[in-house]
């Protein structure tokens, strides 16, 4: 896959599969986040950018706790046989949300101020 893969624990590849997943959806957060702040920036101003901001600053969060946490899986399953040593992927799913949430907020802010 890249140069975080080390052995191969299943054929299925379901732990990197995953993590290009979780890659994608920062990627899609940074573009949604970009997009809204310059669609919103003319009628909203500083703001709109700001919120770009922390948006921006939320995809790049996913990216590296994504990361991170595809490491201690592979790491669990290549020596555990299992994945004991894991745990609950809440800090991604919840940037995610939070990103969401911030978005939304941004286009009823555009709506309501246009």
Do not use: K
């Not at 809204?36 to 709109?48: D, F, H, K, N």
């Not at 991170?68 to 994945?83: A, I, N, P």
């Amino acid at each position: 896959m890249n140069a975080l893969s080390g052995p191969v624990f299943d054929v299925g590849l379901q732990a990197e599969r995953t993590a290009l997943a979780w890659r994608r959806t920062a990627l899609a957060m940074a573009v949604g986040a970009v997009g809204a702040g310059r669609l919103a920036a003319p009628v909203l101003g500083t703001p709109a950018l700001a919120a770009a901001a922390i948006g921006l600053a939320q995809a790049a969060l996913v990216t590296v706790v994504a990361r991170r946490r595809y490491r201690v899986v592979h790491g669990s399953l290549t020596t555990h046989g299992d994945l004991t040593g894991v745990r609950q992927a809440g800090l991604p799913i919840a940037a995610l949300a939070c990103s969401g949430l911030l978005v939304g907020l941004l286009a009823l802010a555009f709506v309501l101020g246009g």
